[in-house]
């Protein structure tokens, strides 16, 4: 399709939280506010699609949102339902090996599920917003999992990469914050639910995002929009590019070909 032609055609808007919707100081802007609120009105659909947890609540309002993805897509919601519409958890068992020998060398990791994080170390010195964390025994812990997150420096990476089981997802993110989860739990295939809930189609989404873990919601979509802040990677998969999280780009992209 030809990019004229698609804009006339977007129904479904999708975007990443973290350098992305938000600014750096985590807020959204009023321009961006306003801007979506216009694309809704036009009967547009609006999704976020993050790697946060029940930690987004804080920092989005929920009824500018149509539908949401969280944990890079282990789970998918439409708004205000707490069935979720796509979910692919990850059994400890599977990664219980990798969980106890990271504790044993002394990386902080933590395994989370709907809300809850069963960790090695204290959250709250990192993100002071979540609430619930417990101190956990790897050996004996027994839950399914939607997330692991680790906080790791460059040293640490290898054992990630060769110590992950091969039924999951691994992200390292641009500041070495390592993510595990089910191979399935990708925002492609979490945003694929919502499509096929709406009645869409893949080529009638456009999607932002700025890390490697927004990759394949990019190509999945019928255009894909790299911040001007994004990492490389992503640039180079993007089909086109607007300005940075801080100058209100993803506004300035659909003030400019949507509205």
Known sequence: MEMDAFMNN????VTDLDGT???????????????LKKCRK??????????RGISAEKLVPS????????????????????????????PISEVRDLLIEADKLGIKIAAEVTGMNYSNFDITEHW?????????????????????FAIADTSMLELFKTKTPKNTHLHISRDNFVMIMHEEARKSNA???????????????AAFGDDSNDIDLLKYVGVGIAMGNA?????AVADCMCDSNENDGLAKWLEKNVL
């Open 231 to 235: 990492i490389d990677e992503v640039k």
């Open 128 to 148: 002071p917003w979540i609430e619930s964390n417990e101190a956990a025994d790897f050996t004996t812990l027994d839950i399914e999992i939607e997330k692991i």
């Open 191 to 205: 945003v694929a639910a919502l499509v096929n809930h709406f009645g869409l189609n893949s080529s009638e989404i």
């Open 21 to 35: 919707l938000l600014r750096d100081d985590k807020t959204i802007s009023e321009r961006t506010l306003s801007t």
């Open 63 to 90: 009824e500018l949102f149509d539908g949401y993805v969280r944990m890079n897509g282990a789970t998918a919601f439409l708004s205000g339902c707490e069935i979720p519409v796509h979910s692919r958890l990850l």
């Open 42 to 51: 036009k009967g547009i659909k609006v999704v976020y699609a993050t790697g």
């Open 10 to 13: 977007i129904k479904m808007i």
